[in-house]
């Protein structure tokens, strides 16, 4: 059966991983227009793929170089890429920013947590095998600094933290995490 082929690019694994990076695209879509509540089903839809294609991947022997690859660019997308769009287009529609050095300097950090989050993901593809599971993370996995984020936009949206610059320095130590030595155990 092909779905079950681990060299078949469209294995079952794969297809899912294929649903994950659509579910950060759409979410991604959904933010540009404001639609924030949509755009949250669609970034936990992403998390969802995300834990299901590793389990299908490692439960019928699916694993391949080709699908650690192609899980770590859904990975940028829907736990880099969208999260900080989320954020970013969050704090500009309410109007948090006070003047544009604010709103540069949350660019800037933005651009950084990318940045950190590629690193993070190029160096833990060089450092694994297909189909290895570890017992802990170095460093704070994409999905849970993708997690982070949201949590404060949520505490941005409750109002909890309404100064910027917390929440910027906030984003800073998400982004330092994710290449730090902190360990996170693999679940």
Known sequence: MRLLNPNNH???ANLITFANIAS?????????????????IFAWLAGLF?????????????????????????DFLSFVVMPTFFLFYALDFGNSFDNDFEKLTIG??????VISGLRRLVSFNLASDAGEVTKYFTGVPTPLGAILLWVLYLLYSY??????????FLILAVSLSLNSKIKIPHL
Request: glycine share 6%; proline share 0%.
């Open 108 to 113: 800037i950090l933005m651009i950084w947590y």
């Open 24 to 40: 950060g695209m759409i979410a991604i879509y959904l933010v540009t227009n404001k639609e924030f509540a949509i755009a949250t």
């Open 50 to 74: 995300d834990i299901a294609d590793g389990k299908v991947a490692r439960k019928y022997n699916l694993s391949t170089e080709f699908g650690v690859q192609l899980d770590s660019f859904a």
């Open 159 to 168: 109002e909890a933290i309404t100064n910027i610059v917390i929440i910027g």
């Open 10 to 12: 469209f294995n079952i």
